[in-house]
């Protein structure tokens, strides 16, 4: 059994193998922003309160600074920077709730809105979107993230207008 | 801030994980979720000189419910704890309590088992283990022991396991029959720490009067207690029972410390009005799980 300060990790991060060397003390947070270059992950408390770096590590909402980088060793992460599809057209296409973000002015300053944007498109694309979305459901979306701009009704705004986009894809 | 450097073993056996702790020493501590354990290292109020991520363990991930009772094991997420129907059935307050656990994104990643050895008198688990009159399973080198819960909580954030030790599981006892459960808290923003919660068990018998009334509550004080209100309601039919009156009586038996968020008798009041509203709630449960069952 090996105890070690330093590690080489494999992060498969927005669909693409990443690699890098890390002190073990190493935030996933601060993985992504400083050894990968991904800045899209906001970092605000670094104690879990605010939500601001929430992506998703195999799929599910997790804050990253209440993870280590060498816990995501061999596990994939989605960042705001991977929640977009392609068009396969060349281009991407935002998630329904990007669109429902810019729709809504459902940001202010920003910096609190990845981590907004992770969890709540990881929420809608877990729910059956042929349902209509209830207050208590959006509310449980949006609790566990601070913003201090917008006083959250256009982002839970955005969460409804998103829902129903999906609804309307889904009926299609 | 970050945390203080630190080394790191990821063992995939319990052997191996006691290994690692004994031969690490005292500065060596178990990551299991590390959703308390990692912003205490990024305030720098814990330096642990090593982190035993036990994570990779085989088989922890597992909820065991039998007529008995639920064994949750060490890797079992609040998430998966909340979604386990099974567990729910054997003992509604598993769910019902981790409802209450912070937010979605913490309970993805925080473990039932690792908040109750975390031992914060402001944690749901603690409460409900304490409630269940449940247990926890630890490995240490010597083997393997059973502690209940009136020998683990020792103080805030500690307990009585210590050296070289993974606690691999807790159990809670399965509802009692003729009963019914309710959790509730108060806090600033719902997932945040609770300023005070409750959890009570009423039994009733066959006529539908109360024969016991329990509670055990969070954030009131340094460990968990459960406090018997069956004096204020025992023998009353449940419709008439008078809950306010138990409220009364749990509120004069805990000893709340004040703080930033909330006065001690503020503390006492939410007491006398979270058991009121629960007992009335699981009053009413243990009521129709009497009927269903005769």
Known sequence: MTVDLERTISITVNGVPREATVPVRRLLSDALRHDLGLTGTHVGCEHGVCGSCTVLLEGSPVRSCLVLAVQA??????????????????????????????????????????????????????????????????????????????????????????AETMRAEAGR | MKPAPFAYADPTTVEEALDVLTAEGEGAKVLAGGQSLLPLLSMRLAAPTTLVDINRLPGLDRIEAGPNGVRVGALVRHAALLASAEAAAVQPLL????????????????????????????????????????????????????????????????????????????????????????????????????????????????????????????????????????????????????????????????????????????????????TERTLADAGAEAVARALEAS
């Open chain 1, 73 to 162: 060793d061999g596990q994939s992460v989605t960042t705001v920077e991977g929640l977009s599809r392609s068009d396969h057209q060349g281009g991407q296409v935002l998630h329904p709730i990007q669109e429902s973000f810019r729709e809504c002015h459902a940001l202010q300053c920003g910096f609190c809105t990845p981590g907004f944007l992770t969890t709540i498109a990881a929420g809608l694309d877990a729910r059956d979107p042929s349902v209509e979305i209830t207050e208590e459901e959006v509310e449980e979306l949006v609790g566990g993230n601070l913003c201090r701009c917008t006083g959250y009704a256009n982002i839970k705004k955005a969460c409804r207008h998103a």
């Open chain 2, 95 to 274: 769910g019902r309590a981790t409802a209450n656990v912070a937010h979605p994104a913490i309970r993805n990643r925080g473990t039932t088992v690792g908040s109750i050895a975390h031992a914060d008198p402001s944690g749901e688990m603690t409460s409900v283990l304490a409630l269940t009159d449940g247990s926890v399973t630890v490995a240490t080198p010597g083997g393997r022991s059973t502690i209940g819960w009136r020998d683990l909580f020792v103080g805030p954030l500690e307990t009585s396991v210590h050296g070289p030790a993974v606690v691999l599981d807790a159990f809670f006892p399965a509802l009692p029959a003729r009963s019914g459960t309710a959790f509730a808290e108060v806090a600033r923003r719902k997932g945040d720490y609770a300023v005070c919660g409750a959890g009570v068990v009423v039994t009733v018998d066959d006529d539908l009067r109360v024969t016991a009334a329990r509670a055990a509550y969070l954030s009131v004080g340094l460990v968990p207690e459960v406090h018997d209100l069956s004096g204020a309601v025992a023998g009353k039919p449940v419709d008439s029972a008078d809950w306010a009156a138990a409220g009364a009586l749990a509120s004069g038996l805990v000893d709340p410390d004040g703080d930033l968020h909330a006065s001690a008798d503020y503390r006492r009041l939410l007491v006398a009005t979270l």
